[in-house]
């Protein structure tokens, strides 16, 4: 009897235990993804059922259930409340908060594009100009020991890591927030063999970010991308100057010329590569994935030199009375602006 009586107690704790357990289970799906702020876009489309938008919302990483979401709408009877737009979710919001959003329709948001080949300097400027962000904060956010500590790959620089796309944000959001937010959309375009093509191609990440942030200046057409990647990597293979107008053209900044003088390609600094042997110290620009692509998988080629011709296409050359050539060809017919390498 006292057998049995053990079982009935241990089996009732057992009981409770579970309960309780699940009860608390439950509850954490109804709260925040994340203890800290980080906003995610997530577009609801007109016509949407409650289940569609958790759908969404789960995908997006803004909730932890999409079983939660629904149930919370239905139980709450706001299933006809929750309206469509382009929305920035925190992911340290609750389900509850998540909800009330929604119901308002509050959309007030900030939606900012960063072209692709954009440079640190024309984001800030860009920030500044619709009053996202001055420089100051710009520059603390930029510095922040936390946001280079989550850059693939041990970069040490912002600098073409925030990925060219269009964002959208909430009002109150941070300059951290935004740029980790841009930060974090590069790691998920990066290639998912992005190792094995570093290891196929012998060259750190860090030289393969800032060969793409040239082809991305240098290019006008994707087919042409690969093509400019091998001239740079055969140049350096010989241990010639990459000779990149794009290089000077960023050390000018807000001074660049439609077409660059001979002074111009003189001036002193590390990321002039008419002056100095190998790569620029660091990216010039936050390159598209179609340049990355191209730089961690460049075409076999024996090409050394190339110039622009008027459409934006090159005439690629393997000696320099080939380019000269070239170079020749390309004024006929009107081009040659700064597009000689």
């Known amino acids: 009897m006292k057998t049995i009586i053990r079982l009935v107690i241990i089996l009732f704790i057992l009981t409770c235990a579970a309960s309780a357990g699940g009860y608390f289970y439950l509850k954490s799906l109804f ?53 469509a737009g382009d929305y920035a979710f925190s992911a340290d919001w609750n389900i509850e908060q998540i909800v009330k959003k929604l119901i308002a329709g509050e959309t ?4 900012l594009t960063v072209p692709e080949g ?45 990925f060219p796309e269009t964002y959208i944000f ?32 012998g060259r750190p990440f860090r030289e393969v970010l800032i060969m793409a942030s040239l082809v991305e200046k240098e290019a006008r057409h994707d087919e042409d991308r690969a093509k400019i990647a091998s001239v740079f990597y055969n140049r350096l293979a010989k241990q010639m100057k990459l000779e990149s107008c794009a290089t000077v053209q960023y050390i000018l900044g807000e001074n660049r010329k439609s077409k660059l003088l001979y002074s111009d390609l003189q001036v002193d600094s590390p990321f002039n590569t008419y002056k100095n042997k190998g790569l620029p110290p660091a990216p010039i620009c936050s390159p598209s994935k179609k340049s990355i692509m191209a730089a961690l998988n460049p075409e076999t ?15 690629f050359s393997k000696n320099f009375a080939d380019h000269t050539r070239g170079k020749q060809t390309s004024k006929k017919l009107g081009g040659e602006k700064n597009g000689d390498n």
């Open 31 to 83: 709260q925040p993804v994340a203890l800290e702020p980080f906003y995610h876009n997530v577009k609801i489309a007109p016509g949407s059922s409650v289940a569609e938008i958790g759908r969404a919302l789960n995908e997006k990483g803004v909730i932890k259930s999409q079983f939660a979401f629904w149930f919370y709408v239905k139980m709450n009877g706001f299933d006809s409340k929750l309206k």
């Open 108 to 111: 007030q948001n900030i939606t």
């Open 118 to 162: 954009f440079s640190l300097e024309e984001l800030r400027l860009r920030l500044k100009k619709y009053n996202i962000m001055d420089e100051n904060q710009f520059n603390t956010a930029a510095n922040d020991p936390e946001l280079l500590k989550s850059l693939p790959y041990q970069l040490d620089t912002i600098e073409g890591v925030l």
């Open 170 to 201: 909430n009002k109150s959001a941070k300059p951290g927030e935004i740029l980790k937010m841009m930060v974090k959309e590069f790691k998920n375009k990066l290639p998912k063999d992005t190792d094995e093509q570093l290891k196929k191609l």
């Open 301 to 315: 080629t024996d090409y050394l030199f190339f110039v622009a011709k008027p459409d934006g296409y090159h005439i």
